[in-house]
């Protein structure tokens, strides 16, 4: 019986041991304090990254098509990235998972300005439209997401401060938020994202759209010169092309939906007929230094 014990409190303790073990590998967000709490989920630790970036995107637009979307409510980009090789640097995402935050941006009249319910022949899908409509929702979200892993992600430390070229290249899609789309109602995908080349510089897109400038921002040093920041960022890309939506209202549903979809905000959209501008601020910082802190 004391055998038994014995064996029992061994087993037992080297299953604890093998847990706080595994737990030791787990990575955790950084607790820094005050401005160095933004690089909270860098990557700073890992041997390739050199530098922390936490950028916010505070207003702008998305023209997709024949919408255009404000936008209203901040996005986040943070992570950190590598020395250039040779032009770009390597991106590594945040720690958390959170590399784009998925930030729904409110569309212009909503599911009524995208959708008219005449418009669809077939009777069951046509009702169930009908009935969102009667019960006010109508709503209409748009959420530009990650189309890929934050390693497709491309920085230019020095095309962002010249206005040279892509600054920064993001692979994405947008998610069309409603209850009556369903969960998975996107334009692009990660086989097919959306590829926007923002630019501080001037863009040359095909026409029908013009030029149009960004803007390198202002930068200053804060934290005894240990953070830089950058405001008054204006990225811009006016070049890009988009898919069609897929996935709309779900499974079977999605073969009537998606045209309709496609129909009423001019999607597939060739390059030329989009638009993307952000305006921000960010927050830069060898990675070192964010370990240090």
């Known amino acids: ?40 989920n860098c990557p700073s630790t890992t041997k390739e990254v050199n530098k922390c970036i ?17 936008i209203v409510n901040p996005v986040v980009l943070q992570g950190g990235y590598g020395f250039p090789e040779p032009e770009f640097s390597k991106f ?13 941006q409110p569309v212009p009249g909503g599911l009524a300005g995208l959708v008219n319910c005449k ?29 890929q892993p934050a390693s497709a992600i491309k920085i230019s430390e020095l095309h962002l401060l010249f206005g040279n070229g892509t600054g920064l290249q993001l692979p994405v899609k947008v998610h069309l938020e409603n209850p009556f789309l369903g969960s998975s109602c996107y334009i692009g995908s990660s086989s097919s994202p959306i590829i926007w080349n923002l630019t501080t510089g001037t863009t040359s897109p095909p ?44 499974p ?3 073969l009537l939906l998606d045209p309709i979809i496609n129909a009423a905000s001019g999607v597939p959209s060739a390059a030329g007929k989009n638009t993307t501008i952000e305006n921000g601020t960010s927050y830069i910082a060898n990675a070192e230094e964010v370990n240090e802190h």
């Open 119 to 147: 418009e669809i022949s077939n009777f069951i899908l046509k009702a169930a439209c009908e009935w969102t409509f009667e019960n006010g929702i109508t709503g209409l979200n748009s959420t530009v997401e990650l189309a």
């Open 1 to 40: 019986m004391h055998r038994r014990l014995s064996t029992a409190r061994a087993a037992g303790a080297a299953v604890a041991v093998v847990a706080l073990a595994a737990l030791a590998f787990v990575p955790a967000a950084s607790a820094h304090s005050g401005e160095w709490s933004k690089f909270n």
């Open 207 to 250: 026409p029908p759209n013009a030029s149009i400038k960004g803007n390198p921002g202002k930068g200053e040093a804060i934290e005894e010169e240990s953070i830089f920041k950058v405001s008054g960022t204006k990225l811009v890309d006016n070049a890009w092309s988009a898919p069609g939506a897929n996935g709309c209202g779900g």
């Open 54 to 70: 936490y950028s916010v995107v505070e207003s702008g637009e998305v023209i997709l098509g024949s919408k255009k979307v404000p």
């Open 92 to 104: 590594y995402g945040a720690t958390n998972g959170v590399t784009l935050s998925k930030s729904p």
């Open 252 to 254: 079977i549903v999605e």
